[in-house]
């Protein structure tokens, strides 16, 4: 059974930085394009950052410039590196992943910035 599973929120405070790691596991094919998104109470889920396996990357505009994605094929982990956060970025961040023609979604981890 696939599984991504995701780690690193918490809180911080504006102009900090966290680091998210997703690892995906339970397949025998690596995962295709993998991703981040996010949702704010009240908001819809967004996409934040996109990687594919060859390393071509894609972001909001919102984070272009403070947000990095990044990926170790050999681990089938994605890592998001957010800096300069800001209290708008707080919300359940979520991974995605495209395996052998589904799409995968972890249940998501929580990151609030704070004022």
């Known amino acids: 059974q696939v599984q991504l599973v995701e780690s690193g929120g918490g809180l911080v405070q504006a102009g900090g930085s966290l680091r998210l790691s997703c690892v995906a596991s339970?397949?025998?094919?690596?995962?295709?394009?993998m991703g981040w998104y996010r949702q704010a109470p009240g908001k819809q889920r967004e996409l934040v950052a996109g990687?594919?396996?060859?390393?071509?990357?894609t972001y909001a505009d919102s984070v272009k410039g403070r947000f990095t994605i990044s990926r170790d094929n050999a681990k089938n982990t994605v890592y998001l590196q957010m800096n300069s956060l800001k209290p708008e970025d707080t919300a359940v961040y979520y991974c995605?992943?495209?395996?052998?023609?589904?799409?995968?979604w972890g249940r998501g981890t929580q990151v609030t910035v704070s004022s």
């Open positions: 990687i594919t396996s060859g390393g071509v990357t």
């Open positions: 339970g397949s025998i094919f690596r995962p295709n394009g």
């Open positions: 995605n992943a495209d395996i052998a023609g589904r799409r995968y």
